[in-house]
Every structure is written in structure tokens, then in C-alpha cells.
């Protein structure tokens, strides 16, 4: 299938389905699970814990919705920089281009130290987190942006493949000292090796990190992929029937080839295998798919407003989110006695005044105009 590169667009273009669907990611990192966990203790209906099962990360390989929010937001940077970047390049030129790519790359890697607490873990400078997923937002941004900037549509697809299957290679048949080539189990495998040996600082999982140093190889394919997305979103040359069609088509194959590689790469989120990448981006295209028609090909919107406050200030929420413990406030203000009176009803009502408290905060930024970008 030949995704058409003609990107040339008007300057001031924005598709609100994709603030809406950022905002929709962000969503559950705010803490819309909770309310499915909420509703648990007052309901033992099946389809409540197998939605619930949904909403915990695979401890290992395999795949549930919520692993998809960190990759879904990775590919929704790569689809925003589309429209950022042309803009820049149009109006300022792409030396401008550059500066705000590596300043806005360097600013999310800062913050992503400042997020995980610097050197505040114990006054310890070991316990020095270098990767996490705003650091892992900003290289992808950085590395897909610079890729943008100066390949094709063509070159990107050889970039992209060649990220995936290098990754896939090195992982395969460079031998582990003491566990060989080819074995992707936990703490055995090549990325997991590298971590323990060459990763410094604090690693989330112990000796080795989900975020780690050579995942970052396939992460770039995710927001490569997504840079497709909005490639296919600025190409004026389409019908918007054409580009749900185009979105459909990507989401089938990467859907397929992904769940197919996963048979001998497994699907995997702390590795960020390339079978993960594709399955992750088959159904982020599908989401992209569903609300660019709902919201901005049928002009049924109003119900994604929320989700586009959310998204119009995403990283400032995320920031707060570890800053203030929004269900811990919730609590102090409601107080024990009063909890416990609820009975089962507690932790619903918890999650609902902490999620509508965020969400309230994202809205008051919006109407104020206030949205702080990197």
C-alpha cells in the first residue's frame, strides 16, 4: 500500500482528534483504571474483572490495553512533530526546525530527571534515574524528528525496518554469557544484560530497566510510525475517506505482522520488542482511524472535549500527577469516618472526585489559555 507524501498544508491546520486522543491517553495515566477497580468491590460481574484484567500491565510477554497508553502516546509525539516541524520549516526555516527539535528533546530529558527525583533518592547520586518514559519520549522525538527533517517517505520506511529488524537481530544472535543467543525470558536476554552491566544509576526493575538503553533502538519505530499518521493527516491530496481507509489498512497489517513476529519475538512491553512496536502501532492506527472520523470528519465532538483539555496540557498534568497525590488530598479531605460509612462505595468514590479534580485542573488551563509546552 503507497502512502502518498505529499504533506504541504495550510500553516495554522489542527486535527482536534488528535488532542482528543492524547487527552484520552492520558486519561488512565490520571487514573481512570481506578474506577473499573472501584466498581469491583460493589460488583462481581464478569465482564467487570476481565475489563479489569485489561487494565494491569502483562507482567512479561504478552498484551493488554494498558500497555498500549506509554506506546500509543510515543507514536502521538511522532504524529504531532509532522505538523509542528512543517510549520517551523515553512515559516522560520529548518535551521529553526533543528534548534526546537533538539531544545524541546533536551528539555523532556531534563524533566524526565526531574520527574524520578535526580539526586533526591536517597541523597544518593547512584540512585540517578537516566532512563524513564519522558526521557524515552525525548529521544524518540529527537531521533524521529531528525529523520523527518531529512529523508523521504522512503528513507523513513528503510530507517524504520531497520530499526526493527536490528533490534530483532541483535537480540536473537548476539549470545548472553551464560544464557546464549535467542532468549528473551526475564533478565536473560541481550537488553536485559546491557542494563545490568553498562546502565548507570536507579533501574526501575532492579538490575535492569524498561526503559533501558537498547529498547530505545525499536521506540524510535514507534514514533516513526506515528510520523506516517500524520503525514497521511497533512497530505491535502486525500479525501478524508481515503485517509480513514489508509488508517484502517495500516492498523490490519500492523496488527498482523505484529501478533505473526510475535510467534518468535514475543510481543513484549519491558522489552519493546519490534512485534510489540507494530501490534502497539496497529492499534493506535485504529484509535487515529476512530476519532479523526468521529470528531473531525462527522463533527461529533462535544463528548471529547474533556479529553482535549487533557490533551492540550498533557505533559503539565503528567508533571503534577508526581507532584500531588490527587487520591491521597481526596482523602484527607473526606476523612476516615466518613470512608468508612461508604463501605464498598469508598474507593469508588475516591477515584471519582480525584480523576474530576485532575480533570477540572486540565480544564481551568484550558479555558484560560494557558498551555505550557516544552
Request: glycine share 10%; with cysteine.
Amino acid at each position: 500500500m503507497d502512502i502518498p507524501t505529499n504533506t504541504a498544508a495550510p500553516k495554522k491546520i489542527r486535527y482536534q482528534a488528535i488532542d482528543a486522543l492524547r487527552g484520552f491517553d492520558m486519561f488512565w495515566i490520571l487514573g481512570a483504571s481506578s474506577l473499573v477497580h472501584g466498581l469491583r468491590p460493589i460488583s462481581d460481574a464478569g465482564w467487570l474483572n476481565a475489563i479489569a484484567d485489561q487494565l494491569e500491565h502483562v507482567p512479561w510477554s504478552g498484551f493488554h490495553f494498558y500497555d498500549l497508553i506509554f506506546p500509543l502516546f510515543v507514536f502521538l509525539v511522532g504524529a504531532s512533530s509532522v505538523f509542528s516541524l512543517t510549520k517551523i520549516v515553512e515559516i522560520e526555516g529548518k535551521s529553526a526546525a533543528y534548534i526546537r527539535l533538539f531544545r524541546r528533546a533536551a528539555l523532556l530529558y531534563l524533566i524526565g530527571l526531574f520527574y524520578y527525583g535526580g539526586v533526591s533518592r536517597d541523597g544518593d547520586p547512584e540512585m540517578f534515574r537516566f532512563v524513564g518514559v519522558l526521557q524515552r519520549i525525548a529521544f524518540c522525538y529527537l531521533v524521529g524528528g531528525l529523520l523527518f527533517l531529512n529523508l523521504r517517505l522512503r528513507g523513513m520506511i528503510v530507517a524504520c525496518a531497520i530499526l526493527l529488524l536490528g533490534y530483532w537481530a541483535m537480540m536473537a544472535f548476539i549470545p548472553v554469557p551464560g544464557f546464549g543467543a535467542g532468549n528473551f525470558e526475564e533478565g536473560k536476554n541481550l537488553a536485559n544484560y546491557l542494563d545490568t552491566h553498562y546502565l548507570p544509576g536507579f533501574k526501575w526493575d532492579g538490575d535492569w530497566d524498561p526503559e533501558g538503553l537498547l529498547s530505545n533502538l525499536s521506540a524510535v519505530g514507534s514514533g516513526i510510525l506515528g510520523i506516517f499518521a500524520g503525514m497521511i493527516l497533512m497530505n491535502t491530496n486525500l479525501t478524508p475517506a481515503r485517509r480513514i481507509y489508509t488508517f484502517l489498512a495500516l492498523s490490519a497489517g500492523c496488527l498482523l505482522a505484529g501478533w505473526l513476529w510475535g510467534f518468535q519475538f514475543p510481543i513484549n512491553k519491558k522489552l519493546w520488542t519490534s512485534s510489540f512496536v507494530l501490534f502497539a502501532a496497529g492499534w493506535s492506527y485504529l484509535l487515529v482511524a476512530l476519532f479523526y472520523t468521529v470528531i473531525d470528519v462527522l463533527k461529533f465532538s462535544r463528548w471529547a472535549q474533556p479529553f482535549v483539555w487533557i490533551g492540550m496540557n498533557s505533559i503539565t498534568i503528567y508533571m503534577l500527577t508526581n507532584i500531588i497525590d490527587f487520591q491521597g488530598l481526596v482523602r484527607r479531605v473526606i476523612h476516615q469516618p466518613m470512608l468508612t460509612a461508604m463501605g464498598d462505595w469508598g474507593p469508588l468514590v475516591i477515584s471519582v472526585l480525584s480523576l474530576s479534580l485532575s480533570v477540572g485542573i486540565c480544564y481551568l488551563l484550558y479555558k484560560k489559555k494557558i498551555f505550557l509546552r516544552v
